[in-house]
């Protein structure tokens, strides 16, 4: 399944996202930058945004 739309406001209103969900968007975590170090049960993960837009988590 691959969608190439922009997300943006207006696209938002349109989706379905549970109420019991919490919704972020990478920009708002990343600030600016294209990674962030995110920590889960003691171990380092590495979100990244790439060039073509897509994100790569590593361990």
């Known amino acids: 399944m ?3 739309k922009e997300i943006t406001p207006e696209t ?4 379905a996202v549970p109420d019991d969900k919490d919704f972020i968007s ?3 975590i990343a600030k ?3 990674e962030v170090l995110l920590e ?3 171990q ?3 979100l ?3 060039r073509n837009g ?3 988590l590593n361990k």
């Open 54 to 56: 897509k994100l790569i």
């Open 12 to 15: 938002l209103k349109n989706t």
């Open 26 to 28: 990478f920009s708002q």
């Open 48 to 50: 990244r945004l790439t």
């Open 44 to 46: 380092l993960y590495r």
């Open 2 to 4: 691959s969608n190439d």
């Open 32 to 34: 600016g930058k294209r």
């Open 40 to 42: 889960h049960e003691g």
